[in-house]
């Protein structure tokens, strides 16, 4: 298949609302280590810029909810920020943006459907917006994440309590066990772990989430569960 650089950059670009100045800071957002030969843990790959991406879009976002809710106190505030930055948030916004056709990865992990993973397409939001804050400062990062994530304010995601939190309480309603979680496996090279956590009750069926953490893991494990059970995660 020929492949079209140029047009691929324009076109990834034009979605996410950024002309790179610096291409090669949009390249490696989009490149997982395993595209790279020998994995090195400090190759131009996006995991540092996931970790500063992941604090700009922190910051910029608690900024957002300083303003935007006057009267709410630190707890409600924290409530919404941790449902606003959290990796599934980030990998619908990815997908808004497109991203998934143009992330560079590794021959395996690409016959094994990894492109579509919620965890690597949080992890190369962040590394997006590292990319532009780092290409263009925090006012081009700010712009971006508003126009990203501010709509989730509007639609009603704010009010999301964290699955974990959601499915148990929902256990303890019903009389149930709480949830426990199991770690079913995990792959990776030791500095790029991605587990697979069960989320599991008894008499139902486990559920399972992935995350480049076990705590991540978690709650995507949980969301699962309250997905495929049909209970309502809102508050």
Not at 113 to 125: E, F, H, I, N, S
Not at 163 to 183: D, T
Request: aromatic share 6%; proline share 5%; glycine share 10%.
């Amino acid at each position: 298949m020929t492949r079209r650089p140029a047009l691929e950059r324009s076109d990834l670009e034009a979605s996410i609302g950024h002309i790179f100045g610096n291409g090669e800071l949009l390249t490696r957002a989009l490149t997982h280590i395993s595209a790279l030969p020998g994995t090195p843990a400090s190759g131009p790959h996006y995991q540092r810029m996931e970790f500063l991406g992941d604090r700009v879009l922190g910051l910029v976002i608690a900024d957002l909810l300083y303003r935007t809710f006057p009267d709410e106190d630190e707890g409600a505030l924290s409530r919404r920020l941790a449902d606003l930055v959290r990796k599934e948030a980030c990998a619908e916004v990815a997908e808004a943006w497109g991203v998934s056709p143009y992330i560079r990865l590794g021959t395996g992990e690409k016959q094994s459907g990894m492109r579509k993973k919620t965890a690597l397409l949080g992890d190369v939001c962040e590394a997006l917006i590292a990319a532009v804050y780092l290409d263009a400062g925090l006012e081009a990062a700010r712009a971006l994440i508003e126009r990203s994530f501010g709509p989730r304010l509007a639609a009603g995601h704010r009010s999301r309590r964290d699955a974990k939190s959601a499915l148990q309480e929902w256990a303890m309603g019903k009389g149930l066990v709480i949830p426990l979680y199991r770690e079913v496996r995990r792959t990776g090279p030791d500095h790029a772990p991605v587990f697979v956590i069960a989320a599991e009750i008894p008499g139902f069926e486990p559920a399972e989430g992935e995350g480049t953490s076990k705590k991540t893991a978690e709650h995507a494990a949980a969301a699962e569960f309250l997905r495929r059970e049909g209970i309502e995660e809102l508050a």
